[in-house]
DNA sequence: CCGCTTTGTCCTGCGACAGGAGAAAGTCGT
DNA sequence: ACGACTTTCTCCTGTCGCAGGACAAAGCGG
């Protein structure tokens, strides 16, 4: 199949694109009542998104009282492919134009492993999904990385966890075999515009979205736009410092956030509790596995194992005391909270609060929603399909 | 003398008059290399610009070759009042239309004393400067508080500091008494705002400006523009917390950056060091005054007192820890140190950077400058004075 | 079948604007 | 002193974007 390789010509037909997209199909009047324009200007506009195949009519709706109006939605054919690239696995999903996931597939892979192997297998989890009937091409793809990105450019920097993709060309490789336009950025951010598109963040303008996986990062969005800082490193929060002349960290210094908390941290926590006898609960599952999990921390905790619960108080609190600062720094509307460890729940959730408002200034925290991310791992791929859905609906 | 009352009518005058004011008077052909424009629309909109007075022609340029051009500059006659309302004083600058200071005064007040009678203390400072001769009348003024405003409204809300400002309509109120245009933002905005105008920030799209005055602020821009936060209150980092568990404060928290550093901090510590005599400048001092303030303590170090030194250091290194955190999670390109204690100069500095480079993430650091704000007491005033600018200076 | 409503199309006229032609006002070389 | 060239600024004309009225199409209810 042929894909679409149109983009709006203008601002117009940009904005058009993007009310489809977030409003679902539309008549060309109510689509009239969103957009400044007259509603001449509009016909033509439409027309003209018509003729390049971005847009189709899509039969009459119901009537309102009147003439029926024509449908019309975004192209039905078009295909974005959403890929999430955490430490321990790779998420890939498809979606349609308005970015409902069609098809998604998750594969545990160790991202140290470098980009040409998780590229194999990202690959081929793109060929399963068109193989699986829900796309015979895309249109875009989104990719999220774990570490800092130069953003224009689509290249990893300088990332601690994936030292292999330093200056690996990301962007230009994936665009090369999927022969389509392609986007990258931190997978945080994607996490970020993700729930800001279809989760609790929506109509949010300045939000704070923490995820917890193996490391801890942060999304940033003002205005409604995903902020990344001077070099791309903007939210990477996992090391800043919870307690002075704390432990040791990975990264050289000591007390950084994620030397006590996040999914290593927790592991190793964990391990430690097992082998000392303080828990039998994880000393069974240790026996079991020969290793342990955060999974296996929140089993644990959930069969209401006392040295679980604490290990994941204790982390929240560690987080909640960090996002404090933040918190009386960027004064957000909202603080989400995601990323693999969200099963650890509202043992979690709590301690977070409880620290953030007892720390951070009542101006900032009177009126500040502290939530759970809504979207779990979709958050990541819907965020990516998201990201180069931005792009492709630009002019161009 | 009578007002200019007149408003840009477009974006294309608004960006007119921008241009004007951050480059200097220029000629029809310079600025027409600047702006996206044909010569024969810039033509109109300049002289539409000439018939309201917004910018007057003034006289000939020197040849560059050929025909010599007219100098197009802003209204000569455009006055602009900036306030920055400080814990302890007041300083109100007259500016013109490109925000160069023409007259400049300070006294020193207590912000506590209230609204009304700052206010009257203002207009009285504000009719010297007329009576001085820079202005005969103000086309609007900017104001800075010492607490967080809700903007768009020019109204303080729960300011720590000054209890009795909370709700005051400064806005209305000094518009209705100076008969113009008012815009009223927190002071650390507006100490931003100056050192990007016309002092360190020139030229730099995201950074912080850390203001340590009585207490600490944060001037936070993103993209050019200040970011406010969701209630006013972004940049409130004088109650991060900097040691776990540590000195109480006055906020009723325990281990505020604030009850370890700025000018009140280093006031009480540096009594009670003069009272332990463990300095005897301090204590000279304390006997000589009845009490002692950050500028006693500036003195005692460039005096070589030990004590005093070590007190900043202790202060810088205590900021500096914050200012790491911050620096990693914001990734700005710059940090703008600034506010009263700047008199203790680069030990300070020193101190802050040492922490700052210490703690932070090589990649959010690799190419940060650490600097003192280049304006003094005028980077207030004239962030004052842009704030209004920046107002009359947009589409009516 | 007749009003009334909603939706969508067509047409005309206005205003924004680009870009060429040319006038004005210089410099420089001979 | 004069002509060639440059820069600056003005004027004019044609094009394009666009708003808004008139009108056609299509549906509803009585």
């Given at each position: 199949m042929r894909r679409m390789t149109a983009r709006p010509a203008n601002a117009h037909q940009a904005r058009l694109l993007r009310l489809l997209r977030d409003g679902g199909p539309n008549s060309r009047a109510q689509l009239g009542d969103q957009i400044d324009l007259s509603r001449s200007k509009l016909a033509v506009e439409i027309d003209r998104l018509l003729e390049t195949g971005l847009v189709a009519a899509d039969g009459l709706a119901a009537s309102r009282g009147g003439r029926r109006s024509h449908n019309i939605r975004l192209a039905p054919g078009l295909r974005l492919l959403g890929v999430d690239i955490g430490a321990t696995s790779v998420d890939v999903a498809v979606t349609n134009a308005e970015l409902e996931i069609l098809g998604h597939l998750n594969q545990p892979m160790?991202?140290?492993?470098?980009p040409v192997a998780v590229f194999e297998q990202v690959l081929d989890m793109a060929a399963k999904l068109r193989a699986s009937g829900?796309?015979?091409?895309?249109d875009g793809a989104g990719i999220g990385v774990p570490g800092p990105v130069r953003f224009p450019e689509g290249v990893p920097v300088a990332p601690p966890i994936m030292?292999?993709?330093?200056?690996?060309p990301v962007r230009e490789a994936l665009s090369q075999e999927l022969g389509c336009p392609v986007m990258v950025d931190n997978d945080v951010n994607l996490m970020a515009m993700g729930e800001q598109h279809a989760g609790v963040a929506r109509s949010v303008k300045d939000f704070l979205c923490v995820k917890i996986g193996t490391g801890i990062g942060c999304g940033i969005v003002v205005g409604g736009e995903v902020y990344r800082g001077t070099t791309g490193s903007?939210?990477?929060?996992?090391?800043?410092?919870?307690?002075?002349?704390?432990r040791p960290c990975a990264c050289g210094n000591h007390g950084c956030l994620e030397a006590y908390f996040g999914g290593a941290a927790l592991a190793r926590d964990a391990e430690a509790a097992a082998r000392d006898g303080r828990s039998a609960e994880l000393a069974a599952r240790l026996e079991e596995m020969g290793s342990l999990a955060a999974t296996d921390v929140a089993a644990a905790a959930s069969a209401g194992d006392a040295t679980a619960l604490d290990l994941i108080r204790e982390g929240g609190t560690r987080t909640g005391q960090v996002i404090a600062g933040l918190v009386s720094f960027f004064n957000p509307g909202l603080v989400v909270i995601g990323g693999?460890?969200?099963?650890?729940g509202h043992t979690l959730l709590a301690a977070i609060r409880t620290q953030v408002y007892r720390q951070s200034l009542p101006l900032a925290t009177g009126n500040l929603p502290i939530v759970l991310g809504?979207?779990?791992?979709a958050a990541g791929v819907t965020g990516a399909a998201r990201l180069i859905s931005d792009h492709l609906f630009s002019p161009a």
């Open positions: 160790d991202v140290r492993e470098g829900v796309a015979e091409g895309f030292p292999g993709w330093d200056g690996f903007a939210g990477d929060i996992g090391h800043i410092q919870a307690e002075p002349d704390g693999g460890v969200t099963g650890l809504e979207l779990g791992p």
